[in-house]
């Protein structure tokens, strides 16, 4: 994609975002009503809940060159023989937008143009934190009407190769396939087989490699109004497809149209349910930490069938 056909696409993006603006939380969590909350409730059948989340890595590989460090901190060995009460204690410390861990991307990740979300100056993320558009943006949580769409299923294969990418065409053909249509509101997921493909073949450098989104594929988020975009791998392509811009579907969304991302999920436990049922919809609930000023947060969002 030519750099100056991405531009054109962004700028269309930003100012069918501005137009459609609902009043209450920035971005696209507004299109997240209490009427379209308790909607999704309704697509609870079987009571089972499914994590979309991958155990978070601590040993370094390919993929995560600084992985999470988990430090016990307590009981000292003198009080595992010592009488009376002790407690077990322990210290986590992760990066958060790394290439293995599940993660949310709050609105502040992206600085375009020297600008966030919304035209917020890029100034405003300071060395304290983010002064705007922050994770806080879902300090009480995003729940909503999940949909799967499975890419792989679609198109007869375990997963996307890295470099290969989703097209809109691609979702709406899923859709058709499954028997399901994303609406304003919902948080879509996209399957390419990321993960599935690492447990298989093993991790590599994600960053250079990897299936995801086309940019045109953004145009299907803005006109169903997503709500939030997960995916199981980065959500963009790598190599990237714009000549310039290394992210540009983080670009898209996040900055153009303020819809949050969700990195690196793992949907090797609800696509069967999803499939065997032969549901595609479900309701499911994020619970971000609650990190003021944080650029993003770990995530292990929740799908309940």
């Known amino acids: 994609m030519a750099a100056r056909d991405f531009r054109a696409l962004y700028e269309r993006l930003r100012s069918a975002a501005a137009r459609s603006a609902v009043d209450g939380r920035p971005g696209a969590l507004s299109q997240l009503t209490p009427e379209r909350v308790l909607a999704a409730v309704a697509d609870v059948r079987l009571g089972r809940t499914v994590s979309l989340a991958a155990p978070i890595e601590t040993v370094p590989g390919p993929d995560d060159p600084e992985p999470a460090v988990h430090r016990m901190t307590g009981p000292a060995p003198g009080d595992l023989r010592a009488d009376g009460l002790h407690f077990a204690t322990d210290r986590f410390a992760m990066n958060v937008h790394g290439d293995a861990d599940s993660h949310l991307d709050a609105l502040c990740h992206v600085v375009f143009d020297g600008e966030l979300y919304g035209g917020v100056p890029a100034s405003s993320v300071t060395a304290e934190g983010a002064r705007a558009l922050s994770v806080g943006l879902a300090a009480d949580g995003i729940v909503g009407r999940g949909v799967l769409l499975d890419i792989p299923r679609l198109r007869g294969v375990p997963w996307l190769e890295p470099g290969d990418h989703v097209t809109p065409d691609d979702l709406t053909a899923a859709e058709a396939a499954q028997g399901v249509r994303v609406g304003p509101g919902d948080l879509l ?63 898209l969304a996040i900055h153009a149209l303020g819809i949050q991302l969700m990195d690196y999920l793992r949907f090797e436990d609800l696509a069967p349910v999803c499939a065997r049922t032969e549901r595609w919809s479900f309701l499911c609930v994020v619970a971000p930490l609650r990190l003021p000023g944080a650029t993003g947060s770990p995530v292990n969002p929740i799908a309940v069938l």
């Open 189 to 251: 997921f996209v399957r390419v087989g990321h993960r599935l493909r690492r447990t298989e073949l093993g991790p590599w450098n994600a960053a250079t490699a990897r299936a995801g989104l086309h940019p045109t594929a953004v145009e299907f988020l803005a006109a169903r109004k997503v709500a939030v975009l997960g995916g199981d791998g980065n959500n963009d392509t790598a190599p990237s497809a714009v000549e310039g811009v290394a992210f540009p579907v983080h670009v």
